[in-house]
């Protein structure tokens, strides 16, 4: 790549890559088969010239874009976009003008709102009255699951469709087309070796966005056209990783992280703390939820993991990162490595279920009496005080009459709860019958 062919790109006004490559119809997109196939839903749209509102579901980088303009274009359809982030209501109403009198010119309007999910409810009803007046096709976007992000009444009048994230298949063969078809990748002499181009497809990881903005970078730090792995690395530091704090990925990922905690596996649970803490997730919320989870699923089977999970979180409030990844490190692969028990979590559930089938008289015995009057009413007559007995134990009711004999906690045979099991089978024989 000669130094003419470098100054291309101090043009500001040069188009991305991932742009540059962007299909232009339904034949040259790749991917989604499940709906650009022949006979599919969105290929027997665009071959009839009938078009739905619909709502697109998918990560980034899957073709929600490109299939929104693929739809207008093939069909003659007026194509407006806007983005839910830097939009408002007053946008969308200069569309929906435009699209009445596009009606009554015999003309279709398509809307892509990108980011549907970040309008609000008021926003969203803008949208629905023009959708039903046939006023305009609305083609929503969206990463996050839109049961939750878009209104029932917008949604019952769009399909919702999900975009799967891309195959390494699909991967290859958009590398493939941005090196045989873009214009300054060719002028350049760009070429890679097998492992480079691994390393693109894994580093897209289903976004072909993604990877076309790394082999841009990568093209660019090559210096000669020929993109090797480190130039793949070196192009991949500065990129992002998709994750919205208040959005399914953020729920996904710790989703994941607490079940490879309570499934024992501390090498899953590391992976998936590091893809937070890359993404910029706040520590403080992964230690919050390492404390929860010591005692929902670990509790009495090793007590101690609680404490570390306190200290855990409170080390993190008073060090902050990087270091404090060391510490969310030290415990994540302790508790998932401890022995695991949700004894306490479901006892607590159980006796607060009983608490609400009625307000049961507190037996005399073990209420408080600290006047005379109470004395006299019966209050503490005849409490056993456990610590004048033979190992500071002896057998008695606590419960209301209602509850007698009833058992809540239920502890496991695991770490260090076997041993209290095993003293309460002793002390209540009734009760922890096997």
Known sequence: ????????????????????????????????????????????????????????????????????????????????????????????????????????????????????????????????????????????ATTE?????????????????????????????????????????????????????????????????????????????????????????????????YYDRKGDRHYDTISAFIKSLRGSDPDAALYYMARMIIAGEDPEFIARRMVIFASEDIGNASPVALNIAVSTLLAVQNIGMPESEIILSQCAAFLASSPKSNASYMAIAKAKDAAMKGDYEIPLHIRNAPTSLMEKMGYSKGYKYPHDYKENFVYENYFPKELIGAKFYDPTENGSEKAIRDRLKRLWPERYKE
């Open 1 to 140: 790549m000669t130094g003419d062919d470098l100054s291309l790109f101090a043009d500001s006004s040069i188009i991305p890559l991932a742009e540059r490559c962007r299909p232009q119809s339904i034949d040259d997109y790749i991917g989604q088969e499940h709906l650009t196939g022949k006979g599919k839903i969105i290929r027997s749209a665009i071959d009839s010239g009938r078009v739905f509102s619909m709502i697109l579901w998918g990560d980034p980088g899957t073709g929600k874009t490109t299939l929104a303009k693929i739809i207008a274009s093939s069909c003659g359809m007026e194509y407006h976009y806007l983005s839910a982030v830097s939009s408002g209501v007053a946008d969308v109403r200069k569309v929906i003008a435009e699209g009445e009198k596009n009606k009554r010119l015999g003309r279709q309007t398509l809307l892509f709102l990108d980011e549907i999910h970040r309008f609000n409810k008021a926003q969203q009803d803008a949208v629905l009255g023009a959708v039903e007046a046939g006023d305009i096709v609305l083609i929503g």
């Open 145 to 241: 699951n839109p049961s939750f992000s878009v209104i029932s009444p917008l949604l019952s009048r769009a399909r919702v469709l999900k975009l799967h994230k891309l195959s390494d298949n699909a991967l290859s063969k958009i590398l493939d087309n941005a090196v045989a078809r873009d214009k300054i990748l060719k002028q350049g002499n760009i070429t890679f070796d097998d492992e480079a181009r691994n390393l693109l497809i894994n580093l897209g990881n289903g976004d072909a966005r993604r990877m076309l903005n790394i082999l841009e970078v990568a093209f660019v730090l090559s210096g000669d056209g020929y993109v090797k792995a480190e130039d793949v690395h070196e192009a991949f530091k500065n990129t992002t990783i």
